[in-house]
């Protein structure tokens, strides 16, 4: 699994208390902070910036766990020929591995990673052959490439929207692949929002 | 006064063709694609669901959990309030998890305002 280097902004030392749906810091943490604010030669990020990177991240990760599961009703479908069931579950395993570097990255930043839901509410029953299962995960694709392109602009930390724009990167060949698989162009244009 | 009468009359004929022309929303529909990471209009997924969206207060759809923020922000959401929205996010609901840096273009946000509008009971994306 990649390690996301959090080193250069002391972010890791930094404590988060999870209360009731709202991220607050303990008084001890923020004691802390303040020492390591004042310490720290680079940009400090202030406690609401460190509170809005993790919110991103969590609403990121809510996305990729959205992904995983998806991937899985694909693979249990059973409308899925073997070469494609194979790519199917590679894909699905980069985005798990999306979930643990995102969940970790949470928890180094001292807050809490959001959890799969329960249940997702996917259209299975529009899923009736595998052009449809392709469609259907093509569309989850292309959704997450342009919800990083709107997520890594409001990172505060620039090593949070790299690690970020590497993972749109992958998400982006998925789409390509996906389409490509469609019989349509796999890369039809030159700009994503 | 007639003159006036007149006036009045030419704004709302100019109005009314400016709804007519309106009705296309398929540029709308196209830039939805920003939305569709997270949003679908009929189902909760990371984002709560879309359909029948204006007119509605905010973070009030049934079975999706949110921020206290967006519930504390007593929004009700209409064309200004989706468009402030939408242009910023998090300036205007600081504390929400819509992880989403805003679309700056006027034109587009007014073209996707005018999608969601059409996100009611008798499209049959929401059925």
Known sequence: MTKLDLKNTALGRRQFLETGGKIGLSGAAIALLSGVNTACAETPATNLQLETDVRILNTALSAEHEAVAAYQVGAESGLLTPGVLKV????????????????????????????????????????????????????????????????????????????????????????????????LDPVPGAFFS | MITRYLAITLVALVNSTIAGENKDVSVGEQLYVQCTGCHSPSYHRTGPKHCNIVGKQAATAKGFDYTEALKNSGIIWNFDSLDLFLKNPIKMVPGTSMGFIGMNQKQQRHELIRFLQTLDNNNPRCQ
Do not use: C
């Open chain 1, 88 to 183: 199917a579950v590679k894909f699905q395993g980069h985005h798990k591995e999306h979930i643990d570097l995102l969940a970790s990255t949470v928890k180094k930043l001292g807050g809490k990673p959001t959890d799969a839901k329960q249940q997702y509410n996917f259209p299975v029953h529009q899923l009736n052959n595998e052009r449809d299962v392709l469609t259907f995960a093509a569309g989850l694709e292309r959704g997450a490439v342009s919800a990083y392109v709107g997520a890594i602009p409001l990172f505060d930390n620039g090593d949070l929207a790299k690690a970020a724009a590497s993972i749109l990167a992958d998400e982006a060949m998925h789409w390509a692949i996906l389409r490509q698989a469609l019989g």
